[in-house]
Nanobody, 125 residues
Framework: QVQLVESGGGLVQAGGSLRLSCAAS????????MAWFRQAPGKEREFVAV????????QYADSVKGRFTISRDNAKNTVYLQMDSLKPEDTAVYYC????WGSGPYYRKNSYDYWGQGTQVTVSS
């Protein structure tokens, strides 16, 4: 089992910044990738960003490219999402996700084995 605990959400004005954190614990000796997804009211959960644990390579959704940065701290088993130039359309619950074996495309939520409880991000206009 793997436990993921997110933090850092909140209310911010458009143009502002937030930094989300996701701490992993449990059976994390094999970590292939970790990612952030988000879900706005009435919408499907969508991919935001992913980081491959060994290489540190990253990929982003087009909607956040150039504004969001995903990073990791291997020693702390923590992944971060730095969100800058926030827009009202970024308002959503943000979820951290864990992929142990690398199965499936990185942008599909079904590729991930464990999920955090989510943290609310609200961007006011």
């Amino acid at each position: 089992q793997v436990q993921l605990v997110e933090s850092g959400g909140g209310l911010v004005q458009a143009g502002g910044s937030l930094r989300l954190s996701c701490a992993a614990s449990g059976r994390i000796s094999s970590t292939y990738a970790m990612a952030w997804f988000r879900q706005a009211p009435g919408k499907e959960r969508e991919f935001v960003a992913v980081i491959w644990w060994s290489s540190g390579s990253t990929q982003y959704a087009d909607s956040v490219k150039g504004r969001f940065t995903i990073s990791r701290d291997n020693a702390k088993n923590t992944v971060y999402l730095q969100m800058d130039s926030l827009k009202p359309e970024d308002t959503a619950v943000y979820y951290c996700a864990f992929n142990r074996w690398g199965s499936g495309p990185y942008y599909r939520k079904n590729s991930y084995d464990y999920w955090g409880q989510g943290t609310q991000v609200t961007v006011s206009s």
